[in-house]
């Protein structure tokens, strides 16, 4: 079965540092990859997701992933974090297939110190 | 273009009552989502609608939950009778059902059960 695994339950990064989100994927086969952010209080905002091509995605708000098949990783960055990147941030997995549900990761929080 | 509305945006009820949401997907959506998530958790899927047909209701606890989507739009979710650990958020999705589209998410319900 597919999963989805994020070893940082927690991360505090200083404002303008950078930053990076890990999250591996079990899976047969090359799946539909994904991030998401979640902010207190509202729904799940998508930040980028990869199909196929290129695997450096960029994203809204300054993110990029980078897909490693080898690694079954795809870990989200970003160069420099402003506090309002402070948030839950999700990664989730879809069968290769139209229509098919999310399998999302735990999450991590993201605190940002001053 | 509206997003996914869901409604209420919070509940409280107490246990062995019964509780309904409801949600209206993206006009244009096939594909309809239910997501439950727990405090500290990732979203899983409950349910999962093509059109009016419940394709996915794999992981739904089909005791004392149920689900319509009578026109093949808008969407309910009821439990009936609630249990102190039906308290998560409830999310709902929608996306156009083809290869490579993504889904997009409501802020979703949160139900407290007391």
């Known amino acids: 079965a597919q999963s989805v695994t994020q070893p940082d339950i927690h991360i505090t990064v200083s404002e303008g540092a950078s930053l990076e989100l890990r999250c591996n994927y079990s899976?047969?086969?090359?799946?539909?990859l994904f991030w998401y952010v979640q902010s207190p209080g509202q729904g799940l905002q998508l930040l980028l997701k990869?199909?196929?091509?290129?695997?450096l995605v960029q994203g809204i708000k300054g993110f990029e992933a980078e897909f490693k098949r080898s690694q079954s990783s795809f870990n989200l960055r970003k160069p420099s974090v402003h506090w309002s990147d402070a948030a839950e941030y999700f990664c989730?997995?879809?069968?290769?297939?139209?229509?098919?549900?999310?399998?999302f990761g735990k999450g991590t929080t993201l605190s940002v110190s001053s | 273009e509206a997003g996914v509305v869901q409604s209420p945006r919070y509940k409280i009820i107490e246990k062995k009552q019964p509780v309904a949401f409801w949600c209206n997907p993206i006009?244009?959506?096939?594909?309809l989502y239910w997501y439950r998530q727990n405090l500290g958790q990732g979203p899983e899927l409950l349910i999962r609608?093509?059109?009016?047909?419940?394709?996915?209701d794999s992981q739904l606890p089909k005791d004392r939950f149920s689900a319509e989507r009578l026109k093949g739009v808008d969407s309910t979710l009821k439990i009936q009778p609630a249990e102190l650990g039906d308290s998560a958020v409830y999310l709902c999705?929608?996306?156009?059902?083809?290869?490579?589209?993504?889904?997009?998410f409501g802020q979703g319900t949160r139900l407290t059960v007391v």
């Open positions: 989730a997995v879809a069968l290769n297939q139209a229509g098919t549900a999310l399998i």
């Open positions: 006009s244009g959506h096939n594909t």
């Open positions: 990869y199909f196929s091509g290129d695997t």
């Open positions: 899976y047969g086969a090359t799946p539909y």
């Open positions: 609608y093509e059109n009016e047909e419940a394709v996915d």
């Open positions: 999705a929608s996306s156009k059902g083809t290869l490579n589209t993504e889904a997009f």
